[in-house]
């Protein structure tokens, strides 16, 4: 798989949140494409971490804001290619976009399209500014970080993916990161707690 790098500056869906919107394009050879996604790592990813996310072999990581320390998207590309974005601590981060656009092609052909932004969900719902980003964009699918509540949802026809967090834990949320698995032209999205390694699911209330 190789990915293709554009550069633009977009009008911005909300002034203050994207300023910075980068274009990417990974092509999809075989037949799955595996792609972790971590978020709000505020420098301090969970120490067993790196040995799950390593463990479901991601052809890529994405990385959806609050990063901290840029070292940690070092580190995270000792295990796969890593495409990030800027979270609302990361204001030094210049050379980190605010927003992404990724494209995953095979043989030319458009399987699938996701935003990549940090703040982008009230609750379950989507920001109507993202919502606007996201459909100019083309894409189906929105992928968040921010509140550190992992989440797999629906919203005015686009589905969102929260990952939750990978850094220090906020108040009783789990520490978990995010799966996004492309089979032929199947999308299947899941969490994987970082404490254990296993499948994580909300608990049943």
């Avoid at 980190?96 to 990724?102: G, I």
């Avoid at 969900?121 to 509140?147: I, M």
């Avoid at 990952?163 to 220090?168: H, L």
């Avoid at 009783?172 to 999205?189: K, N």
Wanted: proline letters at 6%; aromatic letters at 4%; charged letters at 20%.
């Amino acid at each position: 798989m190789t990915a293709n790098r554009s550069v633009r500056r977009a009008a911005p869906a909300s002034p203050k949140a994207v300023r910075t919107h980068t274009r990417r394009t990974i092509d999809v050879h075989g037949g799955t494409l595996r792609l972790a996604v971590v978020a709000d790592t505020h420098s301090r990813p969970h120490a067993r971490s790196r040995e799950h996310v390593a463990a479901v072999r991601p052809d890529y990581i994405l990385h959806a804001g609050d990063i901290g320390d840029l070292e940690v998207l070092d580190e995270l590309g000792e295990l796969a290619p890593v495409l990030a974005i800027r979270g609302n601590i990361d204001v030094t981060a210049a050379s980190v976009p605010d927003a992404m656009t990724v494209s995953l092609v095979r043989e030319g052909r458009t399987l699938v399209t996701l935003l990549l932004l940090h703040i982008a969900v009230y609750g379950p719902k989507l920001r109507a500014d993202a919502a606007r980003l996201a459909r100019a964009e083309g894409a189906q699918l929105v992928v968040c970080g921010h509140s550190h509540v992992p989440f797999i949802g629906r919203d005015g026809g686009l589905a969102v993916f929260n990952p939750g967090s990978i850094g220090p834990r906020r108040f009783q949320l789990p520490i978990v990161f995010g799966v996004i698995e492309l089979e032929g032209a199947r999308i299947r999205m899941y969490h994987v707690d970082c404490e254990t390694g296993r499948l994580w699911e909300p608990p049943v209330l």
